[in-house]
């Protein structure tokens, strides 16, 4: 009979995730016994491995495909998946979105943009809508206060100028950083973005407040992908 036929209790030891998780480690593990792992068990004809390929083919293997679907989707798409192993699946896809954008515990000085993306990509990476913020500095580019601007539109946000200043001068903040997302997965400055951040630049000069860069975040996996800097890209002066 070939491994495919029999339950998990029945392949060898080296064979089974739980057993290959603790003799190899977890990076051994595929997506799909990974998600076995998950579920706990398969069904009267196939097991919880082979559960885990059909899920995962059905999404063309994307685990973010898959974290896009409901309880009731998950339910209704595949036999063998009931509420609880539904809702299993997606509290460990959760957890693992969790894991990846949690915000350092301390981070002590702004140093390359990708500090400054990594500080704000929690409070905006996965959204469906614009948000801007601001990231108030001293003068050792130590973070004082994440300050949320504006929110609102799919394509665009209304960002009154006059409150992040406002809010520069009641902090003592002598740098400030710039941030927003877009939804749409495109890192492109729009020339909206461009002439706001020069207008911003313009008023920061004026107040002695340093300018340091402005952060374009997308929900992304790849740290390429992820953000777009301008002072990466030389557009602030």
Known sequence: MSKEKLSVKEWADEDKPREKMLAKGIKALSSAELIAIVIGSGTNEESAVDLGKRILNHVNNSLTELS??????????????????????????????????????????????????????????????????????????????????????????????????????????????????HPSGNLTPSQDDISLTKKIQNAANYLDIKLLDHIIVCDSNDIKSAYYSFADNGILY
Request: aromatic share 8%; hydrophobic share 40%.
């Open 68 to 181: 896009k679907f409901n309880v009731t989707e998950l339910t209704k798409q595949f036999k063998g998946i009931g509420p609880a192993k539904a809702i299993s699946i997606l509290a460990a896809l959760e957890l693992g979105y969790r894991s990846h954008y949690e915000e350092p515990i301390m981070l002590n000085k702004i140093q390359l943009s990708q500090d400054a993306y990594k500080c704000i990509r929690t409070k905006i990476a996965n959204l469906s809508y614009e948000e801007f913020w601001v990231l108030h500095l001293n003068n050792s580019n130590k973070v004082l206060y994440k300050q949320q601007v504006a929110s609102g539109g799919i394509t665009k946000t209304i960002v009154d100028i006059r409150i992040i200043f406002k809010t520069a001068l009641e902090k003592g903040s002598t740098a400030i950083i710039l941030a927003h997302n």
